[in-house]
């Protein structure tokens, strides 16, 4: 038999003394001494007794107690156990509120070990914080949509191409580690959101370099005897990258050898080796002549403290009204080793620092050339000099 619903009055609930009412159903109303109240539902499911609060009274009226205990008795004829249901129900909206920005810093913390130098340069949340966060950072990740990430990206889509392409992978490893979490994301969004945005037009460009012809001319300008210029001369002489040339020190260099830390040299991954690069009678001389502005050991120190920056070379050949940067040397000199000294692939390649070969063919072949690489700087040093003409060279 059913049992009777709905005996409970609004005007009896108000006037209610302390104890407890049913309304039928298993809807009861608590009237407790001290004057609060509250709803509670019983139901039996699962052959045992469940009581479900259902809100304080009289924020909850009879009419809004009487609507979630038919709901939650709904629930029970489906043979599910509406307070199991509820507290997965409110899990999954805590998981839910997980907003962006905390997701995506959770995702670089993970990620520092991969990354170099542990993540501190910035260069693999920067993408995030400049292009992403600042829209949709404080927005749930479950919330984020193909159409938030078009119009988030669609600015920078074509114009600022490597950016946006760097953003939005960033954007998709934050999604996929959302999902790790547990939370409930579109993995298909970022995917879907480039289909949106469609094919990029903007077309990569090179960093400027000079001919590897123009290079001595260029060379012997740098006559000032500044640290910048000095640098700019080492950088030449041994083709590395700039950050390796400005955090150089002197206790890296044994004889003719300049060992730079592996922190210093840029890899895809985490894999700090050290590199050794021969240096040429010349990058030599220039060393010396730098070392009377060595500070606290480096080499080339900055007016005020540390070293020089990332764009002091490039400032000062932008001011000589040059389109090509300090990087393009690089190029540069692979262009010379290409044409003139038909150095073997696997030795070219090591004297820019590159990593040549698969795990297994490194792990057999230890190594590293100095040699072959020490005959091939003291040539490159005499031509940017001008000890030698600029003329076919053979290794």
Not at 242 to 259: C, N, P, Q
Not at 284 to 301: K, T
Request: with cysteine; net charge positive; proline share 4%.
């Amino acid at each position: 038999m059913a049992r009777p619903l709905n005996k409970l009055s609004a005007s009896a609930v108000k006037a209610a003394a302390p104890g407890k009412l049913s309304d039928g159903g298993g809807l009861w109303f608590h009237k407790r001494p001290d004057g609060g109240a509250q709803w509670f539902l019983r139901v039996h499911i699962h052959g045992r007794r469940r009581e479900m609060g259902l809100g304080s009274y009289p924020a909850v009226s009879l009419k809004e107690a009487r609507e979630q205990a038919e709901i939650q008795r709904a629930k029970v004829r489906q043979g599910l156990d509406p307070i199991k249901q509820r507290e997965r129900e409110q899990r999954e909206a805590v998981r839910n509120l997980h907003i962006l920005k905390d997701v995506a810093l959770d995702a670089f913390e993970s990620r520092k070990a991969e990354l170099k130098g542990d993540g501190k340069a910035g260069r693999w949340f920067s993408p995030l914080e400049l292009h992403v966060l600042p829209m949709l950072g404080k927005v749930p990740v479950s919330e984020i949509d193909q159409t938030d990430i078009r119009d988030m990206l669609a600015p920078i889509w074509h114009s600022k191409a490597d950016t946006a392409r760097k953003a939005m992978n960033r954007l998709s490893i934050c999604m996929r580690h959302a999902a790790a979490l547990g939370l409930n994301v579109d993995l298909q969004a970022t995917d879907k959101a480039k289909a949106l945005l469609g094919k990029q037009r903007h077309t990569v460009q090179n960093i400027p370099a000079l001919h590897w012809q123009d290079v001595p001319d260029f060379y012997q300008s740098l006559t000032d005897g500044s640290v910048t210029h000095l640098a700019l001369r080492l950088l030449i002489l041994t083709t590395l990258r700039s950050k390796a040339i400005r955090f150089m020190r002197l206790d890296e260099i044994e004889g003719d050898v300049w060992t730079v830390p592996g922190e210093n040299m840029k890899s895809r991954k985490n894999v700090a080796k050290d590199f050794r690069v021969p240096l040429s009678t010349e990058a030599l001389r220039v060393i010396d002549e730098a070392s009377a502005f060595a500070r606290d050991g480096f080499l080339f120190p900055s007016v005020r403290k540390g070293v020089i920056s990332d764009a002091t070379m490039s400032r000062m050949m932008e001011q000589r009204g040059m389109i090509e940067r300090p990087h393009g040397f690089r190029s540069s000199f692979r262009d010379w080793l290409a044409e003139n000294a038909n150095a073997p692939y696997e030795v070219a390649e090591t004297c820019m620092g590159h990593v040549v070969g698969g795990a297994v063919e490194r792990a057999y072949r230890r190594t590293d050339f100095l040699e072959q690489r020490r005959a091939l700087m003291e040539r490159w040093s005499g031509v940017v000099s001008k000890k030698y003409d600029v003329s076919v060279v053979q290794l």
